[in-house]
């Protein structure tokens, strides 16, 4: 009788696991598919934001403020909605349609590494960082750690792409000859390093890692929003099929990424206007109106009140949410495909 109970028992105890874990363990991920996800989701979001980019820039910056205000005949009065609506048909009047995707070339050159960077950087110090910290893969350590040095580094490596790009949005052709003051990328480049020096290219720099603490919020909201949404929508069982779990994901995915994009956006947004008025070309004399991070928010703030820094904020979400929604649901698509989650 004992004989047959230990039998009994240990035919129990070798059915249980099978069938408890009958999920498959995860693969190991290959470290590099987080820096290929990220560069297919900014390659996507580059293309399809670059009109609101260059709306967004032309607001932040004063070049086009000044030339509004003296402007005449047909003033319109100061605020957002009108000045972007006159911003619009004076770029489609006066530059073509074209000009809507004048810096797209500096933009992929920069989003896309940027993303790349930003996100392989994320993705595995969130891997180290809950290793070397002892603290689990959810931790909102983990993720705001991640996030500041994914910042970082990506603000490192490409300012001076973003300058570029910045450059060349705001140019635009001069009423006595006609012509433009960059060329092109290259032509911008050089003129920068003639007339500035290397440290030209990074200007505005300083304020790009002040926005790291936009991409650290951004991203811990992200986290959390992500994991409330996805255990909301799936179905109490776990029983969902392979398709519901696709929709869950990206249901999960796009209502987060927009959503703290959103709070992120407008909590840390006077950094971004910051940044495009230090990366604005000299003036007539060849000297910067704006020399650095304090000096810039002082002199906006003074000239234009708090309002200034918050010029450009509505083309800004209406480009920066989209963005948010593409390059993270592009982002954890492909990690979901190469099985990294």
């Known amino acids: ?65 000044s030339s509004s205000r003296s402007s005449s005949s047909t003033a319109i009065p100061s605020n957002t909605n009108h000045k972007t609506l006159r911003i619009i048909g004076n770029i489609y009047k006066a530059e073509g349609w074209r000009t809507f995707f004048r810096g797209l070339g500096p933009s992929l050159a920069g989003v896309v590494p940027a993303s790349a960077i930003k996100f392989y950087v994320y993705g595995n110090c969130k891997r180290l960082g809950a290793h070397v910290l002892s603290l689990p893969d959810d931790s909102t350590i983990v993720h705001a750690q991640a996030a500041i040095i994914g910042g970082f580094a990506t603000a490192t490596a490409t300012n001076p792409i973003w300058l570029v790009k910045t450059r060349l949005q705001l140019d635009r052709a001069q009423s006595t000859t006609g012509t433009r003051r960059y060329r092109n990328s290259l032509d911008c480049v050089q003129q920068v390093l003639r007339q500035e020096g290397i440290r030209g290219l990074y200007r505005g720099l300083s304020a790009s890692y002040l926005g790291s603490a936009e991409t650290a919020l951004h991203l811990v909201l992200y986290e ?43 909590i840390a947004y006077p950094h971004e206007v910051i940044r495009t008025r230090l990366r604005q070309a000299p003036m007539e004399n060849g000297r910067p109106k704006y020399t650095g991070l304090l000096q810039c928010f002082k002199l906006i703030a003074k000239e234009e009140g708090m309002a200034g820094l918050y010029g450009g904020l509505m083309p800004h979400m209406a480009r920066s949410i989209p963005s948010a929604i593409i390059t993270l649901g592009v982002y954890e698509f492909v990690l979901r495909v190469s099985g990294a989650s």
Do not use: C
């Open 1 to 65: 009788m004992q004989q047959g109970h230990k039998m009994h028992s240990e035919h129990v105890q070798q059915s249980v696991p099978s069938r408890v874990s009958h999920a498959p363990p995860k693969k190991a991920v290959d470290p590099l598919v987080h820096l290929l996800a990220g560069a297919i989701g900014g390659f996507a979001t580059a293309i399809v934001t670059s009109p609101l980019d260059v709306l967004r820039t032309r607001l932040q910056s004063d070049f086009y403020q």
């Open 224 to 266: 959390r929003l992500k994991t409330i949404l996805a255990n909301s929508l799936g179905s109490p069982d776990g029983k969902d099929t392979a398709t519901q779990k696709e929709i869950t994901s990206w249901i999960s995915t796009t209502g987060a990424a927009g959503s703290a994009k959103f709070a992120a956006a407008l």
